[in-house]
Each structure stands twice: as structure tokens, then as C-alpha cells.
């Protein structure tokens, strides 16, 4: 599935919403817009409920941001991660490095979810 990227503020913090394959095709972008939308500052949430495979490239993203948060006091939040992204989270042995919210990161961004009543 061909990799997307979006990002945003909200509440406070950058969201950042992955679909799609976050592998070695696609980690230079994910790098690259992370770079360019989040500078460490903020709490970082990155919305994984799309994310249809995460190879080791995605996970070594998802790591250095995490350090970069920790550089500033600050944390990096998966909201709602797939069934794919869990599973390497534990198979790397890094699920514990990361605070994980089951919602998706419009609502913890403080939005309605699509298609739900407002």
C-alpha cells in the first residue's frame, strides 16, 4: 500500500497521521516530514491505525523521534497502532518506550472522528 503522510497542530501538540507501507521505500519521507513539521519541542502524537506494515527503516523513525522527544522533556505518543506496528513494537522490544493510545489521533487532537455526529 503506497505510504501518506499528513501532519498537523492540535491540543498543544504536532499529530502526525501514517498510512499505508512505513518501509525502506517510504522512511525517507517519513524522516523528512517529521523533520520539517515537529522540532522536538511539542509532544508528538503519530496516528499508526492505517499503517498496513512497519519495517525495521519505520522503526528506527518512530526510535529517533522518540529520543529527540526525550532531548526535550518531551514524549511521543502512538495512537491507535495496528496489528502490524504492535507486532514489530514487540518483536523489537520497544512497545515500552512508547505511551499508546487506542484512539485515533483526530480524537485525542480534541476532533470528532469522520462520519460521527458532532
Known amino acids: 500500500m503506497e505510504f501518506s503522510y499528513a501532519a498537523k497542530q492540535a491540543a498543544g501538540r504536532v499529530v502526525v497521521t501514517l498510512a499505508g507501507d512505513v518501509d525502506l521505500a517510504a522512511f525517507r519521507r517519513f524522516e523528512a516530514g517529521l523533520a520539517q513539521s515537529w522540532d522536538g519541542s511539542t509532544n508528538l502524537t503519530i496516528d499508526c491505525s492505517a499503517v498496513t506494515f512497519l519495517d525495521s527503516m519505520g522503526l528506527r523513525v518512530l526510535v529517533r523521534a522518540r529520543q529527540r ?48 455526529p458532532t
Open 69 to 116: 522527544a526525550a532531548d526535550h522533556d518531551r514524549d511521543v505518543t502512538l495512537a491507535a497502532p495496528s496489528r502490524p506496528v504492535l507486532r514489530v513494537l514487540q518483536l523489537a522490544e520497544v512497545t515500552s518506550l512508547f505511551p499508546i493510545d487506542d484512539r485515533t489521533a483526530d480524537v485525542v487532537a480534541g476532533e470528532a472522528p469522520s462520519g460521527s
